[in-house]
């Protein structure tokens, strides 16, 4: 049983996985869900033990309560995620007219592009000749002259 | 109030000097034209404080500074601190006072506006008092923090011009080798500490023995002094560092950076002289510098390359003479750097006052200008005189002493030592002479008096200094006497006798003047070889390390992940990678059970199937729609899942969720346009590209496997809080387990829950409006 | 709006309408039978909320301008919010542990018929609440960028699709 | 008391949900709540020194059936640390004008968060909480609404999300081989339990906050985010919400799981080593400076995981260290990026002395305990590379420093000053704690003292 049960997660989990590696964001949005159901299940399936609902009148051995309330927990917070990032991705369709995730990435590397020219290269020392250093920072004599005479 | 009674002379050396910038910065802020007079009068204030306080002599002040890592703040102002702090604020108020002349012609060639005097003074008087608080440190960690304060004091002097190039790349040179080779005074501090357990210097003096960690260490150690001395072979940012205004050349060629140094072989040398292959390894070093700076000074045209050339060289005899050790060595590196520092900062204040008043700052440009600036002429010449070392000026006697510590170490030496001050005569005469001798060139301009009357000052010390040496010997042999360990005197007098001494320094003048003289036939040959010097030199290994370091960033960049689904793959590959190698160096005995199936769990079985097939069908390419309901089937089915397992709470919760996941979805679907959408689905993926997917996705599968099964097949814990959740339930008044877990027992979860709930609803709010948050 | 009114008939209005109030019943019922039975606040929420989604799926986005509950509910979440909060930290300041119910373990509530008067529930209507809000504030963000989307279609389509754009029911 | 800044922090954020945030009067009234919470927590610390750490049982049920919040010194460090960034970003924006109804409702929920997961005793719950402050995260990012914003804000949840399922179903996990979820019941079992299972778990969490850090080679989504979001949010990622990643892989591997840290030490160090390499060659070229900061950031994720790996006393004190400097650094020069001024110059400038490790700036401090843990393990390789790592670092932040501040161009506008003096409160708050080093240093030993005296101690009621 625990067999199949991992199998059953890792299958979830792996179609996730699968599904996030996709351009379109729908689908990569689907994937996530489901990584979140095969985390669900898996809290479901680490219960210490199975039998009965936990309800009072209490005969039998029950399941186990604490997993069902962490899944309970588990599943509301993944559902939250998930509809953000819904509304997300229809902001992101909205700023690029586009869901894929390639047009994206180009206008990532427009950015960068946009920003290296904004901040300039940076500037390593390629003359080694150290010759004529210290002799250009007073301008010439003309220039001092004339501060004189002010 | 006894501290006001009987000061303490070392705390008040120390604050005087942390004042003087302080003070000036906000005296200049106040009203920009305060600045020089205001850096006068504090460096003045320094240097009675540091005068009277070598008068009063051995003073410490020492407290807690950081009790977790027995860090203390001790300083002690013995001889040899005494010593360096009277040099670097008696040379600093006359730079001073030069710099109150300089710096308005200085702003008016580069157009700079008088606030930024305030920056430069700021920072050239933090120089001076980070000098004298690095040379009165006895903490090794404190020593450090003084160390490094110099180099930012002097990184933002010597990019004082930020503009330029020039100087931007000169400052970035002389922070990254000051800077990082400080480090190594840092790991040196640590390594003693792990040995000895303290950080304090005289503590150390007395346990240190030789062993491999302490000759180490100091080796660290000397790899920071000797950087920030500009030794052979990290002297190249010295040179470059000539883009900086000339009172910070003269300035950082005498009293600071690079006598810092030399300071700290001095301040550590009872540790240094532990193992004769350091004391060995410093006259290489030193002797390298000697020959790499003369030769280079006796070609270069720029006047102040040609001084700092000079300084190179001479700070290797410095080294050389510490290296040499004995009482003579300690002593006449000690009083060496006395008599240049000195004789140094007059000639680059001359460099600065020519090149101010005749706006060529080569030496081919100007001559014969002695009879035009004769008291510059005449101030000059006497510093000239001090570093030739001819009779009658403080520099007499430094060549006299190195000259005897050389002579106690055998014939080789004793000729370098001749060959080494030859140079030093024929490149300083060189300057003197191509300046003010010969036939004349050049306009001049009037300068201010500040820029003269410094160099006349300093001229005159050197000359006094070979006649009344008495002061000078007194300062270097309480200084030598600190670093030396044990008595010394230093025994300084003319002998009209044929002694070794005398002979060496006839000798020296007799060469210097034929170097001088054969002028024409070695010049050629040595630029040649500085210029190769130049072309496989350790200045050509900074420049190709920075360049291939910024081509190596940028070719790695290229290989920086850029789309998110490579984003995806790099943490799922690694964590497969990692998994899988928990799993081989892990025992797999007993780690994976099989348990046995039921014939009670045949739906549970079935409906896991059926949940692991729709979360497959998921993934088959479709619309959009159809994907939104097949995900919200294996949802569905889950929820069966959750029922058959005993948690109907669950399943009721998962079935909600799902059908108002699947409202949201299909609502935001609707909103975007179905071109869109099928846009993507048409293109088709390339089958490889859908393999590799497939890889990566299985791998992952794989993670989530290995982990999972491994921990199911733990046989469930012995000991949980279950059965205390169903007892103590009717105590809470509540009959289903869940619900009082997730609102009494657990209740902080849910807490937390729906506040996840709240903040995601207020960004699908912000987000969903579009252009406006809320 | 054409396209509602083609898609949604009488039938359909009418059933929704009638389907509100055993939706809100059936929520109400689960929230306060929770400590008994199955479902808590939270799965009422969800109810509730469902059936508010579908009145405005029938009936358009200005319904939800008709009910004054409704209209509140986005605000709600934060009311639910606080009153959480509140059964959670009121016992810190009479210097008991964080969210410690009242009346206290083991001793007896005060009944109305099998309802029990326990902090507890006042614990969970907050998380209805929160639910709640959550719910109907999502659905009518959705249903106002949809008629936002038909008054502008093409705006955001790709050149070309303008026309195609907008279709889907 | 102990509830004190969760309780300030919670109702705060849920009155300024409901207020319009880009008003000063309701984002300085966040200010001040912020504020408040954040000496609470420091009212707390001394408590904490003095008394030792404090637990309460939730609902007043016994332990490990109701949750337990525990605070100990290591608790405290995150928190103020963590709230210290927030304020400062908070601050920060309020004085360039809030531009979002919800900006700052959502730092405060961060704070919620955080504290939350600093001060919890407890896994699940500590998940929990961990989930409010991404969930905060996630929107945050998004704040300034421009496509580049959104952009950022997708890679990060998506990246984000995978981590924190790993981390849930280890979480899931533990419970299932120990029967417990509070920390100290799960120390007292970890031990009993075989190998090889809790190995795989560890490993998973390791991903999970390694993801959350930025280690390499888990680090892909990094740049982009902090250089796609709002500088203030920026700094908050970096500086507040990565403390997430250190104080896990603490509290985790040094309290609950040291077997398996002990065991995993060679990856760590090798995972480290090249994180630290890779970060720093990487920043030297990038043009734009949150570029450079975001690989910087991944370098210094490497310092950290070498101290972990070293571990003990020297290593652990070296972790919390370098991670509160490291996040004063990045908070302070996050918020620097967007601004012009001398006064931002001097600011960036300390931050960056800071990063390279040159006093009075606080970083020295962080170099000097990551090369003690290096010394006293005798790891000379590790030395070295540390020497290296900082000399790249010089290089990368000056010539950043350089080509910012040193070259003048023409569309220059200078800033405000208000946002100007804020950096430079933060710059001169670096320098008092380089400066005067002892509190930092004495409350990081006690947390160190606190984690390592008996296993989960500091969770122990």
């Known amino acids: ?150 | 109030m006894t501290w006001v009674n009987d000061p303490n002379p070392a705390l008040v050396v120390l604050i005087v000097a942390l004042l003087a910038p302080l003070v000036t910065v906000i005296l200049g802020f106040w009203d920009t034209r305060n600045t020089a007079g205001a850096a006068v009068a504090t460096t003045a204030a320094a240097f009675a404080a540091a005068v009277w306080g070598a008068w009063n002599g051995d003073a410490s002040y020492s407290v807690v500074w950081s009790e977790t890592w027995g860090i203390r703040f001790e300083i002690h102002l013995d001889g040899l601190a005494s010593m360096y702090a009277v040099l670097a604020t008696g040379i600093g108020l006359l730079i001073a006072v030069y710099a109150s002349g300089y710096m308005p012609l200085h702003r008016h060639h580069t157009g700079k506006r008088r606030a930024d005097d305030v920056r430069f003074f700021g920072f050239l008087l933090l120089f001076m008092a980070a000098m004298v608080g690095l040379v009165m440190s006895q903490d090794l960690i404190l020593l450090f923090v003084f160390w490094d304060l110099t180099a930012i004091a002097s990184y933002f002097l010597i990019g004082y011009d930020s503009e330029e190039e020039e100087s931007r790349t000169a400052a970035l040179m002389a922070l990254l080798v000051t800077g990082v080779s400080a480090v190594g005074v840092l790991v040196g501090a640590l390594l003693l500490w792990s040995e000895y357990r303290t950080f304090s210097l005289p503590l150390l003096f007395q346990s240190a023995e030789p062993s491999t960690t302490v000759t180490w260490a100091v080796s660290l150690i000397l790899v920071g002094a000797l950087a920030k001395s500009a030794q052979f072979p990290l002297h190249f940012w010295l040179p470059r560092a000539m883009a900086a205004p000339t009172p910070v050349s003269a300035y950082l060629h005498s009293a600071a950076m690079v006598a810092a140094g030399v300071f700290l072989i001095g301040r550590i040398y009872p540790l240094v002289s532990l193992d004769t292959r350091v004391l060995d390894a410093l006259i290489v070093i030193g002797g390298a510098s000697m020959v790499v700076g003369g030769l280079v000074a006796l070609t270069r045209d720029v006047f102040k390359q040609v001084l700092a050339y000079s300084t190179i060289s001479q700070y290797g005899y410095v080294v050389v003479m510490f290296g040499i050790g004995g009482e003579y060595g300690v002593a006449g590196a000690t009083f060496y750097v006395i008599a240049h520092a000195i004789a140094k900062s007059a000639l680059f204040m001359t460099a600065g006052a020519v090149t101010e008043a005749t706006g060529s700052a080569r030496l081919a440009d100007v001559g014969g200008l002695w009879r035009r600036m004769p008291w510059l002429a005449v101030g000059s010449a006497m510093a000239s005189a001090g570093l030739m070392a001819l009779p009658f000026t403080i520099g007499f006697f430094k060549d006299e002493l190195f000259f005897a510590g050389a002579d106690g170490r055998g014939q080789l030496i004793q000729w370098f030592a001749v060959a080494g001050a030859t140079l030093s005569f024929a490149y300083i005469a060189r300057f003197w002479a191509g300046i003010f001798l010969g036939p004349r060139q050049g306009d001049v301009q009037p300068v201010p008096a500040s820029l003269v009357i410094p160099v006349g000052v300093l001229g005159a010390l050197t000359v006094l200094g070979g006649i009344w040496v008495e002061p000078f010997r007194w300062l270097a042999e309480q200084a030598a006497r600190v670093s030396f360990g044990e008595e010394l005197e230093i025994n300084l007098a003319y002998h009209l006798d044929t002694r070794t001494e005398n002979l060496m320094a006839l000798s020296v003048y007799g060469l210097g003047a034929v170097v001088l003289l054969t002028g024409r036939w070695w010049h050629q040959p040595v630029e040649r070889l500085v210029k190769i010097g130049n072309r496989i030199g350790p200045a050509r290994g900074y420049a190709l390390a920075l360049y291939g370091m910024n081509r190596l960033s940028d070719s790695i960049h290229d290989f920086e992940v850029r789309d998110l689904r490579s984003r995806i793959a790099t943490i799922l590959i690694p964590s497969g990678a990692l998994v899988l190698l928990a799993v081989i160096y892990s025992p797999t005995q007993d780690t994976f059970r099989f348990t046995s199936i039921e014939s009670g769990d045949l739906p549970l079985l079935l409906m896991l199937g059926v949940a692991a097939a729709s979360g497959v069908m998921v993934v088959i390419p479709q619309d959009h729609l159809r994907m939104a309901l097949t995900l919200s089937g294996v949802g569905f089915s889950l929820a069966v899942v959750y029922a058959l397992l005993g948690a109907p709470d669950v399943a009721l919760v998962a079935v909600l969720i799902e059908t108002i996941f699947t409202v949201v979805f299909i609502g935001i679907l609707v909103l975007i346009p179905r071109p869109i959408l099928r846009y993507e689905r048409n293109l088709r993926a390339p089958r490889i590209r859908l393999g590799r997917d497939a890889i990566i996705a299985f791998i992952a599968g794989s993670v989530a496997f290995v982990v999972v099964w491994s921990a199911l097949s733990r046989p469930s814990a012995s000991t949980t809080v279950i059965g205390r959740h169903i007892e103590q339930s009717p105590l809470a008044h509540g009959y289903d387990v869940v619900t009082v877990i997730l609102a009494d027992f657990r209740g902080f979860d849910t807490m937390g829950e729906i506040t996840v709930i709240a903040i995601a609803f207020v960004g699908i709010l912000s987000l969903m409006r579009a252009g406006r948050l809320r | 709006m054409s396209d509602r009114t083609v898609t949604t008939t009488v039938l359909t209005q009418v059933a929704a309408r009638i389907l509100l109030i055993p939706i809100f019943v059936v929520a109400i019922g689960i929230m306060i039978k929770g400590y008994v039975d199955i479902g808590d606040g939270f799965s009422a929420g969800v109810i509730a909320s469902l059936g508010v989604a579908l009145q405005v799926m029938v009936f358009g986005p200005e319904e939800l301008t008709r009910l004054p509950v409704i209209q509140r509910a986005p605000k709600g979440t934060f009311l639910g919010l606080l009153i959480a909060l509140l059964t959670a930290f009121v016992p810190a300041v009479r210097g008991q542990p964080l969210m410690t119910h009242w009346p206290p373990a083991g001793e007896a509530a005060i009944h109305f018929g099998t309802v029990e008067f326990i902090t507890a529930v006042a614990f969970d209507v907050g998380v209805f609440l929160v639910v709640f809000g959550f719910g109907v504030g999502v659905t009518a963000t959705l249903a106002r960028a949809q008629e936002r989307k038909s008054s502008m279609a093409g705006l955001f389509s790709r050149p070309g699709d303008a026309g195609e754009a907008g279709e889907r029911s | 008391m102990i509830v004190l800044p969760l309780g300030i922090l919670w109702f705060g954020a849920v009155l300024l949900a409901i207020l319009d945030g880009t008003r000063t009067k309701n984002a300085l009234l966040a200010i001040g709540l912020l504020a408040s919470a954040l000496l609470a927590t420091i009212w707390l610390g001394f408590d904490i020194v003095a008394n030792g750490p404090r637990s309460m049982v939730i609902g007043g049920w016994e332990q490990g059936v109701g949750i337990t919040l525990s605070v100990d010194t290591l608790g405290i460090i995150f928190a103020t640390l963590s709230l210290t960034v927030l304020l400062a970003a908070l601050v920060f924006e309020t004085a360039n004008r809030v531009r979002a109804r919800v900006f700052p409702a959502l730092v405060l929920f961060m704070g919620v968060g955080l504290t939350g997961l600093f001060f919890t005793g407890d896994v699940f719950n500590f998940y929990v909480f961990f989930e409010i402050a991404m969930i905060s995260a996630y929107v945050l990012a998004s704040y300034g609404e421009t496509p580049r914003q959104f952009r950022a804000a997708f890679l990060f949840i998506v990246v984000n999300l995978l981590g924190s399922m790993l981390f849930l179903i280890s979480i899931a996990a533990i419970y299932h081989i120990t029967g417990r979820l509070d920390m100290a019941g799960i120390a007292a079992q970890i031990p009993l339990v075989a190998e090889s299972p809790v190995l795989l778990i560890a490993t998973l969490i390791f991903v999970a906050f390694s993801t959350k850090l930025g280690l390499f080679p888990f680090h892909f989504w990094l740049a982009p985010v902090y250089t796609g979001t709002r500088p203030s949010v920026a700094a908050i990622l970096s500086g507040a919400l990565a403390n997430i990643g250190s104080y896990g892989l603490l509290r985790f591997g040094a309290d609950l799981l040291p077997r398996e840290l002990a065991d995993g030490a060679p990856v760590l160090i090798v995972l480290g080593t090249v994180s630290i390499i890779y970060g720093a060659v990487q920043s030297v070229s990038r043009h734009s400076p949150s570029e450079v900061l975001a690989y910087s950031a991944i370098g210094q994720v490497g310092y950290i995981m070498i101290a972990l790996a070293i571990g003990g006393e020297v290593g652990f004190f070296a972790v919390i260290l370098y991670a509160v400097i490291n996040g004063l650094n990045k908070g302070l020069l996050f918020l620097t990026v967007g601004l012009r001024g001398w006064l931002v110059g001097a600011s960036f400038v300390v931050g960056a002395f800071s990063v390279a490790g040159v006093p009075p700036a606080a970083g020295f401090l962080g170099k000097i305990s990551i090369f003690w843990a290096a010394i006293e393990d005798d790891a000379w390789s590790i030395v070295f590379l540390v020497f290296l790592g900082s000399a790249l670092s010089f290089l990368y932040m000056f010539q950043l420093y350089q080509r910012r501040f040193w070259i003048a161009r023409e569309d220059e506008v200078e800033s405000s000053r208000l946002p100007q003096v804020i950096v430079t409160a933060l710059a001169i708050g670096l320098l008092i704690v380089g400066l005067w080093p002892e509190p930092l240093l004495d409350i990081t030993d006690h947390a160190v003292s606190g984690l390592l005296d008996s296993p989960a101690v500091g969770v122990s009621p």
């Not at chain 1, 729908?26 to 199975?50: S, T, Y």
């Not at chain 1, 604490?66 to 369709?93: E, N």
């Open chain 1, 1 to 150: 049983m625990t067999l199949i049960l991992s199998l059953a997660v890792a299958i979830l989990f792996a179609s996730g996985a699968y599904l996030m590696l996709k351009h379109d964001l729908v689908r990569l949005i689907v994937g996530m869900v489901l990584i979140g159901n095969a985390a669900n299940l898996f809290i479901m399936a680490a219960a210490l033990r199975i039998g009965d609902a936990p309800v009072y009148p209490i005969e039998d051995e029950t399941s186990d309560p604490l997993v069902q309330a962490m899944t309970l927990t588990a599943i509301v917070i993944s559902f939250a995620v998930s509809a953000l990032v819904l509304a997300l991705a229809y902001r992101v369709y909205i700023a690029h007219a586009s869901v894929d995730m390639r047009e994206l990435s180009l206008a990532e590397e427009e950015q960068a592009d946009i920003d290296d020219t904004l901040d300039g290269e940076p500037e390593p020392m390629l003359d080694v000749d150290d010759s004529s250093i210290g002799e250009s920072s007073p301008v010439g004599a003309a220039d001092a002259g004339e501060a004189k005479t002010r």
